[in-house]
């Protein structure tokens, strides 16, 4: 059982959003533009557990800084 849940998956969802973020930004990866996030909050298992996760989707293309949609040179997506 969660004690706090609302904290805890403001940070989950926090977490998930920054590190996703960051990744798309880094040019080093071949990305380096602004992603778009859609993600899914699944509370309980298959027997009604408590099971917090997210499954994300990444629309593509990225809007990249110059307002151009960019797509990746390293074969994401």
């Not at 992603?35 to 990225?62: C, E, M, N, Y």
């Amino acid at each position: 059982m969660l004690i706090n849940k609302s904290l805890m998956l403001n940070m989950l969802f926090r977490a998930v959003a920054d590190t996703l973020l960051a990744f798309g930004r880094n040019p080093a990866n071949g990305l380096g533009g602004q992603l778009g996030i859609i993600a899914v909050l699944h509370t309980w298992d298959q027997k009604l557990w408590d099971h917090f996760h997210l499954h994300s989707r990444l629309p593509w293309p990225l809007y990249a800084s110059g307002g151009d949609f960019q797509l990746s040179h390293h074969g994401f997506g």
